[in-house]
C-alpha cells in the first residue's frame, strides 16, 4: 500500500551517528517503488542500514548492508573483489505459467549465492519472465516484476549485495522480441523502477546500455533488444546493437584504461553457431564489432552473457593478438537447456553445465598483475568448474 518510506544508515564503525535519506511516498503510479539515495558517505567503508515506513523501522531477520568502493588510486594496489553472474530467473505464478510441470525451481540456489559473500551481483537477463498477460498492459508489467522480486528466498540477497542489471527478451518483452514491440518504452519504465543501474541509455538514444566501475574493472551494460531488427528480417546488414550503440561502446572501450573490460549482453557473442538468438545470426554487426576492437588496439575486452539455459566458456583464437572470450552464465532458477551436445567447437572444454548455476569473478594481485578466476557454482554452492585469466593474457 502506499506509504512513507526512508532509510536510516550508518557506518559499521560509528554505529551511533545515524543517517537518514529524503523520506519518499510510494504511489501505485511506480509500483510503490521508492528510490532512496544515501548521500552522506564515505569512501571505503560498510554502512548497515534499515528502512522505516510510515515512521517504524521494518526488522528483517537477515542482514542489511552495502558498501562504498575505497579510494584506491594513487595510494594503493586496486582492491580484491567478487562479481556474481547469473541469468533467466523465473518465479513460479501457476495462473499464469505454461501448463505442465513448472518451469522454475531450485530457488534456494539463493541461499549459496548469498552465502558466497559477493561484493555485487550482475544480473544477465531474462531477469524476470513476463508472461503473455502481461506483455501488453502496464499494469501486468508492473505486477510481474513486483511478483518477482517479492520472492522470500530473494530478499537476504537483495538487502546485502548491490545489483546491477541488463535485460533480454523475457524482461524486454514478448519471446525472442525486437525493435519493434509496441510497449518497450512501458518495460523500459518498470526496469528504471526496479534496477538502481547509474544510468539508462546514451547520447539520447534510449535503451538500457551503461558503463560501471568497480575497483580497476570497467562493465560496459548493453540492450541487445532496443535497437535489434526482427529476427526474420531479410538483409544482409542487420541491427543487433545498432550503430548507435556500437559507436559508444568502442568509444568507451578505447577510453578504458581497465585491465578487464567486461562487456555483458543478452544473448552469445561468440558462439560461432546462427542458433537461437546468438550474435552469429547478425555476421555483418557482429564482424563490425569483433574488427573495431582489434583495429583500435583495445586490450583486455572480455564478454558477459546469458541466455541459453546452460553454462559455458567460448574461447575465440585471433591471429596476431589476445584470444577474446565469452563467458554464458544460465539458468538460475529457469529450467536448463538439454542441449549438451550442442557443436560449439570454440567451447573451453569442461565448462560446459546443463544444471541450474551461478558464476563467481574474483579479481585479485597487484595493479600491474591482475587476475580473474572464474567459478561456476550448482544450486547448493558446490563447485562445477573454475578457470583463472591473467590480464596479461589479454594484451
Known amino acids: 500500500a502506499p506509504a512513507r518510506v526512508k532509510a536510516v544508515y550508518w557506518d559499521s564503525l560509528a554505529p551511533a551517528t545515524r543517517l537518514e535519506t529524503a523520506e519518499v511516498r510510494t504511489e501505485p503510479a511506480t509500483a510503490l517503488t521508492a528510490r532512496l539515495i544515501a548521500d552522506r558517505v564515505e569512501p571505503g567503508r560498510v554502512y548497515l542500514y534499515e528502512i522505516h515506513v510510515d515512521g517504524r523501522a521494518v526488522r528483517r531477520p537477515y542482514h542489511l548492508r552495502f558498501q562504498t568502493q575505497s579510494l584506491w588510486h594513487w595510494r594503493t594496489d586496486p582492491p580484491a573483489f567478487r562479481f556474481m553472474l547469473g541469468s533467466c530467473f523465473y518465479v513460479n505464478e501457476p495462473a499464469y505459467d ?4 513448472p518451469y522454475g525451481g531450485d530457488f534456494e ?8 559473500r559477493p561484493d555485487a551481483m550482475l544480473w ?16 501486468g508489467i508492473m505486477a510481474r516484476y513486483t511478483h518477482s ?6 530478499q537476504p540477497f537483495l538487502g546485502s549485495v548491490h545489483h546491477y542489471a541488463i535485460w533480454d527478451d523475457h524482461d524486454y518483452g514478448p519471446n525472442d522480441s525486437d525493435r519493434s514491440f509496441r510497449d518497450k518504452a512501458k518495460t523500459l519504465e518498470a526496469f528504471r523502477l526496479f534496477w538502481g543501474n547509474p544510468s539508462y541509455g546514451m547520447d ?5 546500455v551503461t558503463t560501471f566501475e568497480w575497483a ?12 535489434r531488427a526482427p529476427n526474420d528480417l531479410r538483409g544482409a546488414d542487420r541491427d543487433y546493437l545498432g550503430q548507435a550503440q556500437l559507436d559508444w561502446l568502442i568509444d568507451a572501450l578505447a577510453s578504458s584504461r581497465a585491465p578487464f ?17 546468438n550474435y552469429a545470426n547478425f555476421p555483418a554487426e557482429r564482424a563490425r564489432l569483433l574488427s573495431r576492437i582489434e583495429q583500435e588496439g583495445i586490450r583486455g575486452v572480455m564478454f558477459l552473457t ?26 538460475l532458477t529457469a529450467t536448463p537447456s538439454t542441449v549438451a551436445s550442442e557443436p560449439n567447437y570454440l567451447r573451453v572444454e569442461g565448462t560446459q553445465v546443463t544444471e541450474r548455476n551461478f558464476a563467481t569473478l574474483d579479481v585479485s594481485g597487484p595493479r600491474t598483475d591482475r587476475q580473474m578466476t572464474i567459478t561456476v557454482w550448482d544450486v547448493a554452492g558446490r563447485e562445477k568448474w573454475s578457470r583463472t585469466i591473467k590480464a596479461s593474457e589479454l594484451r
Not at 544477465?124 to 499494469?139: F, I, K, M, Q, V
Open 306 to 331: 546469458g541466455d541459453r539455459h546452460h553454462t559455458e566458456l567460448t574461447r575465440l583464437e585471433r591471429r596476431g593478438t589476445y584470444p577474446l572470450y565469452d563467458l554464458t552464465v544460465s539458468p
Open 109 to 116: 540456489i539463493l541461499q549459496a549465492m548469498t552465502a558466497k
Open 216 to 227: 580497476d574493472v570497467q562493465f560496459f551494460l548493453l540492450d541487445d533488444r532496443w535497437h
Open 98 to 101: 505454461r501448463p505442465g510441470r
Open 149 to 154: 522480486r517479492a520472492l522470500p528466498e530473494l
Open 204 to 208: 539520447g538514444v534510449p535503451g538500457t
Open 124 to 139: 544477465l537477463g531474462d531477469n524476470l519472465y513476463l508472461r503473455e498477460a502481461d506483455w501488453y498492459s502496464r499494469t
Open 261 to 277: 573490460k567486461l562487456v555483458a549482453v543478452g544473448g552469445q557473442v561468440l558462439n560461432p553457431l546462427p542458433r537461437w538468438e
